[in-house]
């Protein structure tokens, strides 16, 4: 393999909780050199939530900062913001998540970091991209409930949900990596640096474009892969939540195996495609659904889809999960079991190909994380731990900025790379 992917790309990474450090911890995998700019005394407000081990670093930040090196710095000292100007200069590209203006009030304008490097790219997550919204601060669930998500998930006749994968924050890092990536393929032509804006409301609504799809074809008639058409439930005028079906063109459902419901986690998601609906009737015993006229074709079936799930679910009650995956593997029915995180935390083949990964920590200890979900066949990927707070600070004022010591020691007496001495108890 030809070493790693960015190797050579320099990462000034102004990042914290989740979003940002999801992009940076991406960029990191890859190869690049990920410096990670921290308050002192505090660092990333998340290495202290969540705590399950105390006095060590929470899994929330571990599992988000692996390959990055730390750096303390009071972004507002004197000194500070003449390391932070420095480190501009040494890097390619700088990415933040603080709250709209907070880079500004740091003096990291646009124009300040472009005229110091105009080879700088600077990458930014936003909760809203510019309009009525776009001072608020943002945390994930807002991210859903704004971007379309919340609205379109859960039971019709239950409240709005929120859901477990992040797509607010690690789903907007992930599109904030591929803008990155993007402008600085761009840079090799153009050799100029340029901002790249990843709203999280944007990202969610990206990802949840099927249901823009769904509301404009409501426009034309109801929607009749929705349970609720079987129901007889008219539609209103904006995409419903749709419980577990299916949100393609080929009806599934969320269906029990034997265990359910006092084991939470034995069901299957099951879906009827159109080109196995002989071999669906064969499995589950209804030999006679593939040529009757009210079961054998799929316009005839949409509106029996609460009858003919209840019917598979009678057989894969029969079966555990596995063994109905295995059983309807064979005919290529599309199926998939829910599994729990234990069960995935111990799949030995998700060990195997590296998207569970144990790392070894000096503090807390063995845990385990989620490794690189993006394999590339050339290019080494390896999963190291979460820096220490601070851990890189010299290291970094020395070999990337080129400071001797004397200027190390002068910059670390000034306070710019340390915590302010707690004066209240003083007064
Ligand atoms: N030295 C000195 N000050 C620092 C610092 C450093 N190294 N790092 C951060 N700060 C300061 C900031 O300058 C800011 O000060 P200011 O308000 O005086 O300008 C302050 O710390 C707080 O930063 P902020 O980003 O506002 O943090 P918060 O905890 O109040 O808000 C969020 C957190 C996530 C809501 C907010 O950052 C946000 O909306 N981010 C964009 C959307 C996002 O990414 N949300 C998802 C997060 S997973």
């Given at each position: 393999?030809?070493?790693?992917?960015?190797?050579?790309?320099?990462?000034?990474?102004?990042?914290?909780?989740?979003?940002?450090?999801?992009?940076?911890?991406?960029?990191?995998?890859?190869?690049?050199?990920?410096?990670?700019?921290?308050?002192?005394?505090?660092?990333?407000?998340?290495?202290?939530?969540?705590?399950?081990?105390?006095?060590?670093?929470?899994?929330?930040?571990?599992?988000?900062?692996?390959?990055?090196?730390?750096?303390?710095?009071?972004?507002?000292?004197?000194?500070?913001?003449?390391?932070?100007?420095?480190?501009?200069?040494?890097?390619?590209?700088?990415?933040?998540?603080?709250?709209?203006?907070?880079?500004?009030?740091?003096?990291?304008?646009?124009?300040?970091?472009?005229?110091?490097?105009?080879?700088?790219?600077?990458?930014?997550?936003?909760?809203?991209?510019?309009?009525?919204?776009?001072?608020?601060?943002?945390?994930?669930?807002?991210?859903?409930?704004?971007?379309?998500?919340?609205?379109?998930?859960?039971?019709?006749?239950?409240?709005?949900?929120?859901?477990?994968?992040?797509i607010g924050d690690s789903g907007t890092g992930l599109h904030l990596a591929l803008g990155i990536v993007t402008a600085l393929y761009q840079r090799t032509r153009t050799g100029r640096g340029q901002k790249v804006l990843c709203a999280m409301?944007?990202?969610?609504?990206?990802?949840?474009?099927?249901?823009?799809?769904?509301?404009?074809?409501?426009?034309?008639?109801?929607?009749?892969?929705?349970?609720?058409?079987?129901?007889?439930?008219?539609?209103?005028?904006?995409?419903?939540?749709?419980?577990?079906?299916?949100?393609?063109?080929?009806?599934?459902?969320?269906?029990?195996?034997?265990?359910?419901?006092?084991?939470?986690?034995?069901?299957?998601?099951?879906?009827?495609?159109?080109?196995?609906?002989?071999?669906?009737?064969?499995?589950?015993?209804?030999?006679?659904?593939?040529?009757?006229?009210?079961?054998?074709?799929?316009?005839?079936?949409?509106?029996?889809?609460?009858?003919?799930?209840?019917?598979?679910?009678?057989?894969?009650?029969?079966?555990?999960?596995?063994?109905?995956?295995?059983?309807?593997?064979?005919?290529?029915?599309?199926?998939?079991?829910?599994?729990?995180?234990?069960?995935?935390?111990?799949?030995?083949?998700?060990?195997?190909?590296?998207?569970?990964?144990?790392?070894?920590?000096?503090?807390?200890?063995?845990?385990?994380?989620?490794?690189?979900?993006?394999?590339?066949?050339?290019?080494?990927?390896?999963?190291?731990?979460?820096?220490?707070?601070?851990?890189?600070?010299?290291?970094?004022?020395?070999?990337?900025?080129?400071?001797?010591?004397?200027?190390?020691?002068?910059?670390?007496?000034?306070?710019?790379?340390?915590?302010?001495?707690?004066?209240?108890?003083?007064?």
């Amino acid at each position: 393999m030809d070493g790693k992917a960015l190797q050579g790309v320099r990462i000034l990474d102004f990042t914290h909780v989740q979003s940002g450090p999801t992009c940076t911890q991406l960029l990191a995998w890859f190869g690049a050199d990920v410096i990670k700019v921290e308050r002192p005394g505090v660092g990333d407000i998340t290495r202290g939530q969540l705590v399950d081990v105390k006095g060590a670093d929470s899994l929330y930040f571990t599992m988000l900062n692996h390959n990055k090196r730390s750096i303390t710095i009071d972004s507002k000292h004197p000194q500070g913001k003449r390391v932070l100007d420095e480190l501009i200069k040494k890097c390619d590209v700088l990415v933040e998540n603080f709250a709209p203006g907070a880079l500004d009030r740091m003096g990291l304008t646009w124009e300040h970091i472009h005229k110091l490097n105009p080879r700088m790219i600077v990458a930014s997550v936003k909760g809203f991209g510019p309009g009525p919204y776009e001072d608020c601060k943002v945390y994930e669930n807002v991210a859903q409930c704004t971007g379309g998500s919340a609205s379109t998930t859960g039971f019709r006749d239950g409240p709005p949900l929120v859901t477990g994968a992040q797509i607010g924050d690690s789903g907007t890092g992930l599109h904030l990596a591929l803008g990155i990536v993007t402008a600085l393929y761009q840079r090799t032509r153009t050799g100029r640096g340029q901002k790249v804006l990843c709203a999280m409301q944007d990202g969610v609504l990206n990802l949840a474009r099927v249901k823009l799809r769904d509301q404009q074809r409501l426009k034309h008639g109801p929607l009749t892969e929705y349970s609720q058409y079987g129901e007889g439930i008219p539609f209103g005028d904006a995409t419903p939540r749709a419980g577990n079906d299916s949100g393609g063109g080929q009806p599934g459902r969320i269906l029990k195996c034997k265990g359910a419901p006092e084991d939470p986690n034995a069901y299957i998601y099951f879906i009827t495609q159109a080109p196995v609906w002989g071999e669906i009737c064969d499995v589950i015993g209804e030999p006679g659904w593939k040529t009757d006229p009210e079961f054998a074709t799929p316009k005839a079936r949409l509106p029996k889809l609460n009858q003919i799930f209840a019917r598979i679910e009678e057989w894969t009650m029969t079966k555990t999960k596995f063994e109905a995956m295995e059983i309807l593997n064979k005919f290529d029915i599309p199926c998939g079991p829910i599994l729990s995180m234990k069960e995935l935390a111990e799949d030995q083949s998700l060990r195997k190909t590296g998207t569970v990964v144990e790392v070894d920590h000096p503090t807390r200890g063995k845990y385990l994380s989620v490794g690189n979900p993006i394999k590339l066949s050339d290019s080494i990927s390896e999963v190291k731990r979460s820096p220490l707070l601070g851990e890189h600070t010299d290291e970094i004022l020395s070999d990337v900025l080129g400071f001797k010591a004397a200027e190390i020691a002068d910059i670390k007496n000034s306070g710019a790379l340390s915590a302010p001495e707690k004066k209240e108890k003083a007064a």
